[in-house]
């Protein structure tokens, strides 16, 4: 196999928490971006307030030289306020990835509502990033060929490609990537592990929506159909789990999806891990069946290597979130350490 054509050079800090700012009291990270109105661009960050509980923020990001350098906040636009998103002794709105659809015209949020059975995919929709509608937690199409039923289980890690594909079945469909956590034990204790068939490691698995479900009622949306297995743990630097990260892109190749894997131990019933390593990595899907992987990193693009990135509330995290294009290059934002956001340029390898 040929070398990976693309890579990640990292250019620095651009949002670190505020100090006194309760909101931020346990970091900023794990950001979701786009474009508004007004063509400036934005992260969406992950906003720890004490007791690891999430909201989504707002920030205009600064740039310099063409360079994301920092960001201009401007407030809350997404709080733990419905019962799903709420447990007795939890709440959050966590880790939002957004992707714009221009067929639809709307930005397409999907976050993670950690409420009173842990952590679960919902999605909601915005036309300026600002006011954003909900349209719920994320069922799935029961597939008795899997043998499992993916509404009980904890999922992560989920986004939207930005424009239709065609559908195994050959239906003209919006694809989404999601990532199910097996462990029922994380929910009623005792039950354990039930994977289907097949890779029991957290992996990578897409879902499709016909689009002309989606255009007859927007709240087709949060209803993932025709699951199935996309990509699991493969190298050593993945070794536990991998994970979707900013919405694919395409190019020449087929569309490139940049990921992370995680190495070292996780505890049961623990939020924050601390004995892990997230690296980022990425593969090329194929441009037409997109549940084809045609080529994958087989080394970190992006490990935890700098001061920001080896320490904070989550140590030894490189986590990608975003992309986008800043005056003709393309800058990843990713979280350090579960603690601040960090950008780097991703270009083809070999480019000067």
Known sequence: MSAFPYRLSRAGVVMTPVAGDLLEAEGVLNPASGRGPDGDLYLLPRLVAEGNVSRVGLARVITEDGVPVAVERQGVVLEPDRPFERGRSNAGVEDPRITFIPSLGLHVMTYVAYGPLGPHTAVAVSDDLRAWRRLGPVSFEYDDE?????????NKDTVFFPEPVTAPDGTPSL???HRPVWDLGEIRPGEGEQPPAGEGRPSIWIAFIPVEAVHRDLRELARWRQNRFLAGPEFPFEELKIGAGPAPRRVPEGWLLIHHGVTGRLESGVAQQKNVNYAAGAMILDGD???????????????????DERSGIVPNVVFPTAIETVDGRDWVFYG???????????ERAGAD
């Open 289 to 307: 069946e997109p549940w084809r992987v045609l080529d994958r990193t087989t080394e970190p693009l992006l490990s935890a290597e700098t001061e």
């Open 146 to 154: 899997l043998g499992v039923d993916l509404s009980l289980f904890h």
């Open 336 to 346: 350090m350490a579960d603690s601040k956001i960090g950008v780097a340029l991703l």
């Open 175 to 177: 694809a989404v990537l």
